[in-house]
């Protein structure tokens, strides 16, 4: 169907038709043409019908992949790690985008069982924490409150790196969100420490602090996945040199090397963001992250106790495990 034809059926009021035609398409299961003989129309355009009710967002169509854990890799991480709850997910072939999008199934799976209504639940940034939020459907929780962790990155993708994504999460839960207003990393430690004395932000940071449920990526100082150097917050040179002060990755912009000790750098001291010991005191702090590329990233985390839930991919937990062996 035509753009021109679509926005006519919407200004003309007629998405209730489409959805109606979806409906029996999709839910009823009746044929085409069944549909077209019931409503009268030929069954060509009920074809073009259920193709505009997929472009007005009327029908959204979702492919539910088998999600195949490897057990026995998720006992190993539990015990070496003391991890609350831990998911493996068996990549087999898969790139790495739609990996992410099943690692994100498997914490959507999580938060579910976890989230109760009335808590406060935390979110940093990246793409793996917005895949969990584009797997989610939790019952409707209108007491929930989501609570951004981090400044916003200000890339020009704000679903995945600023405050959309707390909004997007909070929206799934039919809950309300606070966003931190300002920005993941400042130009230099005063302005910093001013905006961290700044009510707004004292006030979300402080609101952190009281979170239940947190939701983080773990970041790498390898460029080729550096969510800091897609931002443009730093260079490749720049990530090269946290790497060569021994910063193998990040949460919630907290840098630690690979045995988990947390690293003071000058990033560090113009990061917006939750501190380590309140990301520490949350109860359930889950991590996503895979593919070998995160692999000492997620060692490190594990390692530092920033989180104590993880979902990964087989071909990560196998190198994580191997460190320290």
Same mark, same amino acid.
């Given at each position: 169907m035509t753009t021109d034809a679509l926005t006519q059926l919407k200004d003309a009021g007629n998405l209730g038709f489409l959805a109606r035609v979806a409906s029996l398409y999709y839910e009823d299961g009746l044929t085409q043409q069944r549909i077209a003989e019931e409503l009268g129309y030929s069954r060509s355009a009920i074809s073009r019908f259920l193709t505009a009710a997929r472009e007005a967002g009327v029908v959204e169509i979702?492919?539910?992949?088998?999600?195949?854990?490897?057990?026995?890799?998720?006992?190993?991480?539990?015990?070496r790690f003391d991890l609350q709850v831990v998911r493996v997910f068996d990549r087999q072939a898969l790139d790495y985008q739609r990996m992410l999008s099943r690692l994100g199934a498997l914490g959507a799976q999580i938060i579910e069982t976890h989230v109760q209504d009335g808590m406060k639940i935390g979110v940093s940034w990246g793409t793996a924490v917005f895949e969990v939020a584009n797997a989610l459907r939790p019952p409707y929780l209108p007491n929930v409150t989501v609570i951004q962790l981090v400044g916003s990155l %200000? /890339?020009?993708? =704000? !679903?995945?790196?600023?405050?959309?994504? +707390?909004?997007?999460?909070?929206?799934?839960?039919?809950?309300?969100?606070?966003?931190?207003?300002?920005?993941?990393?400042?130009?230099?430690?005063?302005?910093?420490?001013?905006?961290?004395?700044?009510?707004?932000?004292?006030?979300?940071?402080?609101?952190?602090?009281?979170?239940?449920?947190?939701?983080?990526?773990? %970041? /790498?100082?390898? =460029? !080729?996945?550096?969510?800091?150097?897609? +931002?443009?917050?730093?260079?490749?040179?720049?990530?090269?040199?946290?790497?060569?002060?021994?910063?193998?990755?990040?949460?919630?912009a907290i840098l630690f090397d690979g045995d988990g000790h947390l690293l003071d750098l000058p990033l560090g001291a113009r990061t917006v963001a939750i501190q380590a010991e309140d990301l520490r005191r949350i109860p359930l702090v889950l991590g996503v992250a895979g593919g070998e590329v995160k692999a000492c990233a997620i060692h490190g985390a594990l390692k530092s106790r920033l989180i104590n839930a993880l979902v990964t991919d087989d071909s990560a937990a196998r190198l994580v495990l191997d460190e320290g062996r």
């Open positions: 979702r492919v539910h992949h088998p999600l195949k854990r490897v057990l026995d890799l998720e006992l190993e991480l539990r015990e %200000g /890339t020009p993708d =704000p !679903e995945i790196d600023g405050v959309e994504l +707390a909004r997007s999460y909070a929206r799934t839960f039919g809950g309300r969100y606070r966003i931190l207003p300002a920005p993941a990393i400042v130009e230099s430690p005063q302005v910093r420490d001013a905006l961290m004395h700044d009510r707004p932000v004292r006030e979300v940071l402080e609101a952190a602090g009281e979170v239940e449920l947190a939701i983080v990526g773990i %970041g /790498t100082t390898k =460029p !080729e996945k550096s969510s800091m150097v897609r +931002a443009e917050f730093l260079t490749e040179v720049e990530a090269l040199a946290l790497a060569s002060a021994g910063a193998v990755g990040d949460v919630c």
